[in-house]
């Protein structure tokens, strides 16, 4: 018979997390029990903890009687303040702390105080990343198998965190620590993200006393109408042009450090700060994108950078001296010399903008990091650093774009165009901007592949920095152990002494899927063993496992600024091999050299997924954006308001994309005319607006700011009661025909007709249509608009209606396809072919 340890090793894979439990502190009261002043740190496995039993005497009156006070829970003594950071689409090439050109003061602050970790890892994608680094569960796991926006009825991939799944947030809470959450927040379900709740999917329902960000994957840094604090959306920005969301962020969470360590000196807070940058749109200050273009960091184009911050990365030893850099693509993208002159004065100007980004991001993280050191309390602070929640982002088409609303909708803005209408303002808030693929790539040196990614290292790897000086003497080390972001939380349970809870809210929680790194702080580790020996990765059908130094992975078969494209096979992949121990930077594929192990490893893979929720693969991108999800629209054709109403988030509004509809406005007009906004969805990069403009009714569309179509009436509507309609007939079959491979459905034209009291005032055809997805980070507003206007030659923000409504009603007429429609698109299926 085997022995147990060889029936353990036998596992493999499994042995590290079964070999590293965390260690956490029995239940301690501290003062005097009973007193005001006394505390308890409690032992965790039951959060929250039950109440503790009354300890004095009660009698018939107060004579005799002893009062007794429940003891206020703290975390265990010397437990550290905790200061979470992770930017947002940013490889490993990007900062200067892992050999990039962008200057990052506060990461290299944090790397030279503490470690620098290179061999980290993400889940290719920002949503599923943060679950994970919330949770210290796999993405899948948590229901996070891709962006909430995409969300599909299955486990894996239904944006929903069980309650079975505790975040560190309310780990630590109910163990006594002040707990907070600044900036992105991609973990609400899209359909939960109403002013009117349910909460419990929200930050503060997930164990985040304070919450001040903004919800969705992203937002306007100079106007951000999705930005709340706690459950209310909130407007700062209006009336406030210097207004920018990066400095906002670091001031409210300085405050609110502030807040807490005056009122509670002792008290332990964990802060977990997520700015936007450096996600699209690239929103730096002017100041910013004047420091960084005056340096010419990218002058000679991206394949010159590449080396650049190749040779940097050596000499800083955050890669090995023999690793090898990545070949440049030549089959997908263009070299630097192959450029016009115009091309090259557009790129650069978009990846100084970026950068500036970066290094504007940095500068007030390091804001917050130094409000931690006034405070005094920088010494038992654990400060970790991640760079980026994937890679660097490939999302902004070959030639860069001014709006990523249209990079979504499939519109590519040729350079031409660019250089004519957008050069002066990239980056302001006339944009919502992003750069040339080949720069992301060049950002993910030395490593291929970018953000979506998750076969390549080009998706995945991302550089990390942590400190706590009062317990980490080696300063200023690299760790090169593997690691991934489902470590961190079991990182902060042990620093903290607390448990992972059994049990909170009286369900059984699953265990935590990730191993404490807190061997790597000590500088006898410093070479260790890695104790997480076993990785799966899966984004869109591109998958990998990680064992020990190997790495299986599908082929890339979808680049990512590709976003609609034929689904394929995703079982039918073809593999490669790589191994890791001699191929630091994954160049040379041996799948042909040692079948029998990538034999092996495909079977771990499969394994993983199953255990995972990963199954059932899916390599759909569009099709899954359009998916029809449980949002308070379901299952619903007409919508009315009797009232103004603003902040109904994207992911909680009706659809009007690829259908017919009618909106019915019943309105009273006062003395002396109209003027304001009936119902809005949507903003400056893309949507629609139904106004009274001057008196005068308007219909306007926004198509992706590069085309305004208007239907207006002549005439100004005299005082009194009015009937106003808008009526559009959608010309194609609708968003079914994705189902079949094919977007030919999607965003055709249709005639619209503007009415007055019955009558046609202006009727127009529209040759096209918005087919994905309108400007995510605005909202529906009735009576007023939130954001950005539709158009701002016609009026801005709020341009709250002067009138009276009474009703508006919105009647949505889907198209259904036909039995020969659906022979049409299963012969075209079948033979291939995707109709365009």
């Known amino acids: 018979m085997r022995s147990l340890s060889r029936i353990l090793l036998g596992a493999g894979f499994a042995l590290a997390t079964i070999l590293v439990p965390i260690v956490g502190t029995a239940q301690q009261m501290y003062g005097t029990p009973g007193s005001p002043a006394a505390m308890m740190s409690i032992d965790g496995t039951q959060i929250p903890a039950a109440p503790e039993k009354f300890g004095g005497k009660i009698e018939p009156t107060t004579k005799g009687s002893k009062p007794y006070w429940p003891a206020r829970i703290v975390p265990p003594k010397g437990a550290p303040n905790v200061l979470l ?21 506060a990461l290299e602050r944090i790397a030279q105080n503490g470690l620098r970790y290179t061999n980290f890892h993400s889940t290719a994608l920002c949503s599923p990343t943060r679950a994970a680094l919330i949770t210290g569960r796999n993405h899948h796991s948590v229901g996070f198998g891709v962006i909430s926006e ?16 505790a975040t560190i947030g309310k780990i630590l809470k109910d163990n006594g620590y002040r707990t907070s959450w600044f900036g992105k927040n991609h973990n609400t379900p899209a359909f939960m993200a109403a002013p009117t709740g349910p909460f419990d999917q929200w930050p503060v329902g997930m164990g985040f006393e304070y919450f001040y960000g903004f919800m969705g994957g992203d937002t306007n840094q100079w106007e951000p109408a999705n930005l709340a604090r706690n459950t209310t959306y909130i407007y700062p920005f209006q009336g406030n042009p210097s207004y920018n969301l990066t400095t906002a962020m670091a001031d409210e969470a300085i405050a609110y450090m502030k807040q807490v360590n005056t009122l509670t000196p002792d008290q332990p807070f964990f802060v977990y700060y997520v700015p936007g ?54 089959d997908l993208l263009k070299e630097w010399d192959q450029l016009s002159a115009d091309e090259k004065k557009m790129f650069i100007r978009q990846v ?50 001014p709006n990523e609303v249209a990079m979504f909708n499939q519109v590519i803005v040729p350079v031409e165009d660019q250089l004519k209408y957008f050069y002066d303002v990239w980056g302001s808030n006339r944009t919502y901007n992003h750069m040339a693929v080949p720069w992301a790539w060049a950002f993910d040196t030395p490593f291929s592949w970018t953000k979506q990614i998750a076969s390549h290292l080009g998706g995945v790897r991302q550089g990390m920095a942590i400190s706590w000086p009062a317990v980490i003497q080696d300063k200023g080390g690299v760790r090169h152990q593997f690691h991934h972001v489902i470590d961190i939380v079991p990182t902060i349970l042990e620093a903290t002494k607390i448990r992972q809870p059994k049990v ?109 929720q990963v199954f059932p693969l899916d390599d759909t991108v569009v099709a899954r ?57 949507g903003g400056r990069f893309a949507g629609y607006g139904f106004y009274l403009l001057k008196g005068k009714p308007v219909f306007t569309w926004n198509l992706v700011d590069l085309k305004r179509v208007k239907w207006v009436g002549q005439e100004a509507l005299p005082p009194g009661r009015h009937v106003l309609e808008f009526a559009f007939k959608y010309d194609g079959l609708g968003m079914e025909t994705l189902a079949y491979g094919s977007p030919s459905g999607i965003g055709r034209g249709g005639t619209g007709v503007l009415k007055v009291d019955g009558k046609v005032v202006a009727e127009q055809k529209m040759e096209r249509t918005i087919p994905l997805i309108l400007q995510w980070d605005e909202n529906l507003d009735v009576g007023s608009d939130t954001g950005t206007p539709v158009d701002d030659r016609d009026y801005q923000v709020p341009f709250q209606f002067t009138g009276k409504i009474n009703r508006v009603t919105l009647d949505i007429d889907r198209p259904k396809l036909s039995p020969e429609d659906i022979r049409q698109l299963e012969t075209a299926r079948r033979g291939g072919k995707v109709s365009e």
């Open 85 to 105: 950071i992770m930017t947002d689409d940013s490889g490993f090439g990007v900062p200067s702390t892992f050999g990039g050109v962008i200057p990052t003061p």
């Open 150 to 165: 995409q969300a599909t009825g299955y486990p894996g991939y239904d944006s929903v965190i069980t309650r079975d799944k």
């Open 277 to 330: 940058g450096t996600h699209a749109p690239h929103h730096p200050t002017p100041e910013w994108i004047k420091k960084i273009s005056d340096m010419h960091l990218f002058d000679e184009g991206w394949n010159k950078l590449r080396e650049t911050i190749f040779a940097n990365q050596k000499k800083l030893g955050v890669i090995p001296p023999d690793a090898r850099l990545t070949p440049w693509p030549k």
């Open 352 to 401: 100084d903008v970026f950068a500036a980004y970066v290094a504007y991001t940095d500068h007030e993280i390091g804001r917050v990091i130094q409000a931690v050191e006034d405070m005094g309390k920088l010494d038992n602070t654990l400060i970790i650093y991640i760079n980026g929640d994937n890679g660097t982002s490939a999302e902004g088409t070959l030639v860069g774009t």
């Open 504 to 612: 909170v809210d009286g369900i059984r929680q699953s265990p935590i899927e990730g191993v404490s790194m807190l061997y790597t702080f000590d500088a006898k580790n410093a070479s260790a063993p890695s104790r997480r020996r076993t990785q799966y990765f899966e984004m869109f059908g591109d998958r990998a496992i990680y064992h020990d130094g190997w790495w299986a992975a599908t082929r890339v078969m979808r680049p990512p600024w590709v976003t609609l494209a034929p689904p394929r096979d995703v079982l039918t992949y073809p593999w490669e091999l790589y191994d890791l121990r001699n191929d630091w930077t994954q160049s040379e594929d041996l799948a042909q050299k040692y079948p029998a192990k990538l034999k092996e490893l495909q079977a771990l893979f499969m394994q993983e997924a199953k255990k995972h």
């Open 625 to 681: 954006l359009l998916t029809p999800r449980p949002s308070i629209t379901a299952g619903r054709s007409t919508f009315t308001w009797t009232m103004p109403l603003t902040g109904t988030p994207n992911g909680d509004a009706p659809s009007i994309l690829n259908s017919s509809y009618t909106f019915t406005a019943d309105i009273e007009v006062p003395q002396g005319g109209g003027d304001g906004m009936l119902i809005t969805q």
